[in-house]
């Protein structure tokens, strides 16, 4: 007998990074570069103040119930942080944050209130898995993907091929930078680029809807000087137009190495301010259907947090062993040749770079070869790309790793 929805038949659950990321951890001494973690001598990376903050909360600051879009002092405070780094944002135009349980639900919350089935969705080629099934699967809306990289460079040209070959009205286009799985933000030079391709479009198609999501989880994690600006800051300009809508989706999770914490915040961005105040509104009726309200000890924690002086120092000293283990991984990729043997995709920020293995190589293989003969465990996107995070890698194993990707095709293949 069959009890399920047409959603409840049409859900899966796909062999991703934590299945993988499991596969690893039975390893016995294995080097887990699967999941979207940073990590420092074998443990989670952390701020030491943020930690002493979560020890010393009163039973009143996290077993009563939080307000359905989090407490004011929260969501006002987060705004002044989205404000001070952003300097393009006309501030008039930007809402209360609302607190969600982590960036997974701010995304599916947006997805709910916007996308449908005959809403189109761009994306590139290469995205995170759980946006197949949010925008697809429970949406059932129609994916469009476009290629992200042409001759080692983004290739803003074909969201414009696509963007102009789409026939819905409502056109969502979600901006992951940094982007998870490649590790790539485009430049100034090609924001400027894809903002002259989202204006046009916008001027000449009156009648349809653009919905930008900035998904910016791994914001401030930039590592190149060209290369050091948000989507969200960047085509902020674009809400001059009347049917184009901002949404802001960012957290904790990367921002503040509290993955646990599981808080997020949804931004809306536009000049209207009564469809602002109604989106608020029915944001708020959403969430009130599926989980009332958030964590109170989170956003208490980040409360803290963010009036605590020592905390853009802590942050500042993580972001700064990330950014090592970037500039030592390039430098270990141009000394070892790696480029040689396999096809590594352009990266410059967040935790991942994505390599593309050559047509006779099964990722899935590779990535079973890599984990039972070297201990390394990687994440097996599809059948020729392969994701890894350094982020959970220290210099030591980096050198490891590059070394044995080089092995491994030569020995194996």
């Avoid at 940073?38 to 930690?51: D, I």
């Avoid at 300009?237 to 646990?260: M, Q, R, S």
Wanted: charge should be positive; charged fraction near 25%; proline fraction near 3%.
């Amino acid at each position: 007998m069959n009890f399920f929805s047409k959603l409840g038949n049409d859900l899966i659950l796909p062999k991703d990074v934590l299945i993988q990321s499991q596969e690893t951890k039975k390893v016995k001494n294995s080097i887990n570069a699967t999941i979207g973690m940073a990590m420092e001598a074998g443990n989670t990376m952390f701020l030491p103040t943020l930690s002493n903050i979560i020890k010393k909360l009163s039973v009143e600051e996290y077993l009563p119930y939080a307000p359905t879009t989090g407490y004011a002092e929260l969501r006002k405070l987060w705004k002044e942080k989205i404000i001070n780094q952003n300097n393009n944002i006309n501030h008039d135009y930007l809402s209360l944050p609302i607190a969600t349980t982590g960036i997974t639900q701010g995304i599916d919350i947006v997805a709910s209130l916007f996308a449908e089935k005959n809403t189109a969705v761009i994306l590139p080629n290469l995205y995170w898995q759980n946006y197949k099934l949010i925008f697809s699967i429970k949406r059932q809306s129609t994916i469009y993907t476009y290629s992200q990289f042409k001759e080692e460079k983004f290739y803003y040209d074909n969201i414009d091929k696509v963007l102009n070959e789409i026939k819905e009205e409502k056109i969502i286009i979600l901006l992951n930078f940094p982007n998870n799985p490649t590790g790539y933000t485009p430049s100034e030079y090609e924001f400027d680029k894809l903002k002259e391709i989202f204006k046009k479009f916008l001027k000449r198609n009156p009648a349809k809807k653009l919905i930008f999501i900035c998904d910016d989880a791994y914001f401030s994690l930039f590592y190149e000087k060209n290369n050091n600006c948000s989507s969200f800051n960047k085509f902020s300009e674009l809400a001059e137009f009347d049917n184009c809508l901002i949404v802001k989706v960012d957290g904790v999770t990367k921002e503040f190495y509290a993955w646990g914490l599981r808080l997020g915040f949804i931004s809306y961005y536009l000049k209207n301010d009564n469809i602002r105040d109604l989106i608020l509104e029915k944001t708020q009726g959403f969430i009130r259907s599926v989980n009332s309200s958030g964590s109170a000890l989170s956003q208490n924690a980040i409360i803290k947090a963010l009036k605590n002086e020592k905390i853009s120092q802590e942050i500042e000293n993580n972001y700064s062993i990330l950014n090592n283990r970037y500039i030592y991984l390039k430098e270990q990729i141009e000394k070892e040749n790696l480029k040689k043997y396999l096809k590594i995709l352009p990266f410059n920020s967040g935790y991942f770079f994505t390599i593309l293995l050559p047509k006779n190589i099964n990722a899935n293989s590779f990535r079973i070869k890599l984990l039972e003969n070297y201990k390394i465990g990687v994440y097996a996107m599809d059948d020729r790309h392969i994701r890894i995070a350094f982020s959970c890698l220290s210099i030591k194993n980096i050198e490891y790793l590059v070394t044995s990707l080089k092995d491994c095709i030569k020995k194996y293949y």
